[in-house]
């Protein structure tokens, strides 16, 4: 299907799924940072929560976790880095335990 996403410099995040011509839909607002795949969107919100939905664009956000600086998914997984530099990450449904990677990190990135 393909998904193509955008953040303004007002916060708001938009993505469009399917042809190149299909409409944006605003799917969150006052965001600093996001990631997508074909089946998840992840934001970080000015605050620093991590939020997660899964299925369509109209699909509900779970809160994954607080104080976060980055956010990373690939297929099954999802990564956040907080911001004390701790590294997490879970595989599975949005409900999954979270898994201490490392610690003092500056990066994340997932495949």
Do not use: C, H, P, Q
Not at 1 to 15: A, K
Not at 48 to 55: P, T
Not at 81 to 108: H, P, Y
């Amino acid at each position: 299907m393909g998904r193509i996403g955008i953040l303004l410099n007002n916060g708001d995040v938009y993505v469009k799924e399917g042809d190149l011509s299909a409409s944006w839909v605003n799917v969150n607002t006052d965001v600093r940072a996001f990631a997508l795949t074909d089946d998840r969107i992840g934001v970080i919100r000015n605050n620093g929560d991590a939020l997660v939905k899964e299925g369509g664009l109209s699909a509900s956000w779970v809160v994954e976790n607080t104080d976060v600086r980055a956010i990373a998914l690939a297929g099954d997984r999802i990564g956040v880095l907080r911001n004390n530099g701790e590294t997490l990450v879970k595989k599975g449904d949005l409900s999954a335990s979270w898994v201490s990677e490392n610690n003092n990190i500056i990066a994340i990135a997932l495949a």
